[in-house]
């Protein structure tokens, strides 16, 4: 979504069109993220306020996919490190700061000082298992650029030499998902993404076709030596009608 369909806090040009289009050609449309500030409630608000025809069951964030995993792990209890909006989406899993089974970390903002990320640490350290909700090290909004909770999950795996589970791209867990929501096979999909370390990874673990386009994260240099090779590269979302 971010960097491919809107870039900071703007619709991507065609964008809009495009996703209309390819509605109208009955093509199935999911929309997939790894931004955690938000709910797919509060992310299909956005979406709708930007002028995206789009419904809040075809949202797929990192937050939702991590509250399904909860779910999957009988009575366990976690420590959150994200917004208290983003907490509530979560009031259904057991709450300890103490002796949590789980350390989740997301999108966190000024809260990333040094006391919360040193008690993450000693929990850590006390056996918790650490859980990203993903882990991109930045992101672009209008006033510029900024950490991500990646930063501080890579900080916290090498301090307490734990390795995260991560909820978000390039999971296979996450992929897997929205495949399964979908009722199609991997080589019936296309993943479209302008981050490459993570939608198109992403893609090519699961055996999806992928299109990388230059816009949002993308840079020049990602396609020299790549970490995953996309089954197309196109200046922007909107060259999607020409290609379908």
Not at 63 to 79: G, K, N, V
Not at 140 to 161: H, N, W
Request: net charge negative; with cysteine; aromatic share 12%.
């Amino acid at each position: 979504m971010d960097g491919t369909l809107y870039f900071k806090g703007k619709p991507c040009p065609g964008a809009i069109e495009v996703v209309n289009y390819l509605r109208q050609e009955k093509y199935q449309l999911r929309f997939l993220t790894n931004t955690t500030a938000k709910t797919p409630k509060m992310l299909h608000a956005q979406m709708r306020e930007l002028g995206f025809d789009i419904y809040e069951d075809e949202i797929f964030n990192a937050t939702y996919a991590c509250l399904l995993y909860l779910r999957s792990q009988s009575e366990a209890s976690c420590h959150f490190m994200v917004d208290d909006a983003v907490k509530a989406f979560f009031k259904e899993i057991p709450i300890d700061d103490d002796a949590p089974d789980f350390v989740v970390v997301g999108d966190y903002g000024e809260g990333f000082d040094f006391h919360a990320l040193n008690h993450a640490f000693r929990l850590l350290m006390d056996g918790a298992e650490l859980i990203a909700l993903q882990k991109s090290l930045y992101w672009f909004s209008p006033e510029g650029i900024f950490l991500d909770c990646g930063a501080f999950v890579t900080l916290l795996e090498a301090a307490a030499g734990k390795t995260a589970t991560i909820m978000g791209k390039p999971s296979e867990t996450f992929f897997k998902t929205v495949l399964d929501n979908l009722q199609l096979a991997p080589r019936d999909t296309i993943v479209v993404g302008d981050d490459i370390t993570t939608d198109i990874v992403g893609a090519e673990r699961m055996k999806m076709r992928s299109i990388l386009v230059r816009t949002g994260k993308f840079k020049p240099n990602h396609l020299e030596n790549p970490v995953a090779k996309p089954t197309w590269v196109l200046d922007s979302v909107s060259e999607l009608m020409q290609l379908f």
